[in-house]
């Protein structure tokens, strides 16, 4: 046992690849990593289902009206419920002077304390004018972005009430900042970091920035020099995303165009991969719900898709997208109602398609048929001109409070109402399967002389899971998921073979060697899954019955003792609180926060996998020891 124990130690310090299961390919190319191909495949079957409904829809319009009215509930399903209306408390903070129209600093609060930072250009005259709701995509200084000034005074100039906000974590709006007052994170990574905590609470980050542009459009309804039955909405990227939820979710939005974001999931999913946190809604995919159903969901109103040929949003999926919507405006006899303007440019809001978003809006917004061209210069604002907090940061104004101070109020609240946590609710909320729920797992053996034995388990097609087995001992068999690699946890092996224990090794899915190596701070694996209404924590939990299981039928006991490291810890709580009878001993190694705690936590993204969607809605992980030692 002696040198079983040297052996195994040098292995460690001096040739820990010589461990590898699976080949050297395995994993290799981006594109074709396990858990991309396996998610992908998903998507595809789904959207083709999408399809077929798609299809019997537009045999009719009765058929496509009951088709739209999914969309819409499923919409509203997702984003969740959404807070009570309360005073706006809007302000103008300063007015700035130009030739034909003014820019209003226009401060208001869509939650109480929760201040939103916009500015309103409008044109000279009495009105009430038409007005143009505008989310801008995803810029560091938010609403001072070149682009969308451009955009904003194109409008003006031709006689439209510009409301332009910055969304949460741009501009003004960082939610994270330093002790100097500065925002260290860009607009993407600020919003990975967010979006966790409000998963976990349910709608996702999505829902807060779709309120936002909700309580909006009531500022603007709400002014005297606004026709409110005349009200667009547009933006680009990021925007694009924003604009395309608030015009399938608010009713009043009555011509919208979205820019550089409307293609398919499955062209998506193929490349780039999903967007970020907020672009992202729960069982989207699963619910049979693509890009083009924000579209379909408001038709026959008028829309407009604004793309750009050499952007990083697949132009394929976008022309799919706008053939799907064509042919629905068509059933419902208005085909003149949708529109597609192309610029042959990369991603952004590029003039081309800021002259044909306000051509569209005259058109239909205004009742004029006009060409529209926009000046070769024009003066564009310093962000310091545009700014409406004396700051620059909304979260340094008197009584403001933050997305975190909300969402820990929610956390408390709900932590209060949350009934006993049961198995059987526990199964509900997570959707893990119980043992005997499972498909038949299958193994292929690796024949290499010496030990540890190489295996990989199959818990389900497109599924390979690499492990190490020492099969020797008279002691209870150990099963040990590590997060950092089947190596990572060799000189703990030799601790156990040496005390008699049997022992397994088994990277659970995306981690060690069938890890996806890109992209994974943003979480585009995780969040495909979020699409697809699945989790990562449901699929690695059934990782671990199917190897605990299997262990126990080769060792011929009732039970095995469990070892979890780091990123598999929560996996391993919810196998040990749902089949108690499977573990007699559960060691957790560096553990990740409670879920309670990530509602703060600056570095929420780097615990994505370890989450249930919508889980502090019912229990957080303590309730799970509970639960484990419980008969229930």
Request: hydrophobic share 40%.
């Amino acid at each position: 046992m002696v040198r079983l124990i040297l052996l195994l130690l040098a292995v460690v310090q001096t040739v820990p690849a010589a461990l590898r299961v699976l080949p050297p390919e395995f994993n290799a190319d981006k594109e074709q990593q396990m858990m991309r191909a396996y998610l992908r495949q998903q998507v595809h079957a789904k959207m083709d289902h999408r399809l077929k409904d798609l299809e019997a829809a537009l045999q009719s319009p009765k058929a496509l009206t009951v088709y739209q009215e999914k969309r819409r509930t499923f919409l509203r399903w997702t984003l969740g419920e959404m807070p009570k209306r309360t005073p706006l408390n809007a302000r103008v903070t300063g007015v700035l002077r130009e030739d034909g129209f003014t820019i209003e600093k226009v401060l208001f609060e869509s939650r109480p304390g929760f201040h939103v930072t916009s500015n309103v250009y409008r044109p000279a005259g009495k009105g009430p004018f038409p007005a143009v709701l505008h989310p801008c995509g995803h810029t560091i200084n938010g609403k001072a972005g070149v682009a969308y000034q451009k955009a904003n005074r194109l409008l003006a100039q031709h006689g439209f009430i510009v409301l332009c906000y910055d969304p949460i974590g741009q501009g003004e709006r960082k939610q994270l900042l330093n002790d100097d007052g500065r925002a260290p994170l860009r607009p993407t990574s600020e919003h990975a970091v967010l979006g966790p905590a409000p998963i976990l609470l349910g709608g996702g980050l999505g829902r807060w920035m779709v309120w936002d542009g909700v309580r909006a459009l009531d500022y603007l309804a709400s002014r005297p020099d606004v026709d409110a039955k005349r009200l667009g909405c547009m933006g680009n990227s990021g925007g694009g995303n924003l604009t395309s939820f608030l015009m399938a979710y608010d009713d009043r939005i009555a011509a919208a165009a979205p820019g550089c974001f409307i293609t398919t999931h499955r062209r998506k999913n193929e490349f780039p991969g999903p967007g970020d946190a907020e672009q992202n809604l729960f069982a989207q995919i699963r619910e049979g719900f693509d890009h083009p159903d924000f579209i379909l969901a408001r038709a026959p109103k008028p829309t407009l898709i604004l793309a750009a040929t050499a952007d990083f949003v697949p132009i394929e999926g976008t022309w799919e997208a706008y053939r799907q919507a064509k042919r629905a405006y068509t059933v419902l006899g208005h085909p003149d109602r949708v529109a597609l303007v192309e610029a042959n440019e990369k991603h952004g809001f590029t003039r081309h398609l800021r002259e044909g978003a306000v051509r569209f809006f005259a058109r239909w917004l205004q009742g004029r048929l006009m060409e529209i061209t926009e000046p070769e210069s024009g003066r564009v604002r310093a962000d310091a001109e545009l700014q409406v907090t004396p700051e620059g940061q909304v979260l340094q104004l008197k009584n403001a409070r933050s997305m975190f101070d909300w969402l820990e109020a929610d956390a408390r609240q709900l932590a209060a109402q949350r009934p006993q946590l049961t198995r059987d609710r526990l199964r509900a909320i997570t959707g893990i399967r119980g043992l005997k729920d499972l498909p038949v797992l299958k193994v292929t053996k690796i024949l290499r002389e010496g030990l540890p034995s190489p295996l990989i388990f199959h818990p389900e097609p497109g599924i390979s899971l690499p492990a190490l087995y020492w099969p020797q001992g008279k002691q209870a068999p150990v099963l040990i998921t590590p997060d950092a690699g089947l190596n990572s946890v060799l000189p703990q092996v030799a601790k156990l073979q040496a005390a008699g224990h049997p022992v397994l090794t088994v990277d659970l899915r995306d981690l060690g060697e069938t890890a996806t190596r890109n992209w994974r701070f943003y979480g585009a694996d995780w969040y495909i899954a979020y699409l697809l209404g699945r989790s990562y924590l449901a699929m690695r939990t059934e990782d671990i019955f199917a190897c605990a299981k299997w262990l126990t039928e080769t060792h011929k006991t009732k039970s095995v003792q469990l070892i979890a490291h780091g990123e598999t810890v929560t996996a391993a709580q919810h196998a040990a609180a749902l089949e108690a009878q499977l573990f007699s001993k559960l060691t957790l190694t560096h553990p990740a926060p409670d879920w309670k705690t990530l509602l703060t936590h600056n570095q929420a993204n780097r615990y994505l996998h370890t989450i249930n969607p919508r889980a502090l809605l019912h229990y957080d992980l303590p309730d799970l020891k509970k639960l484990r030692q419980s008969r229930d």
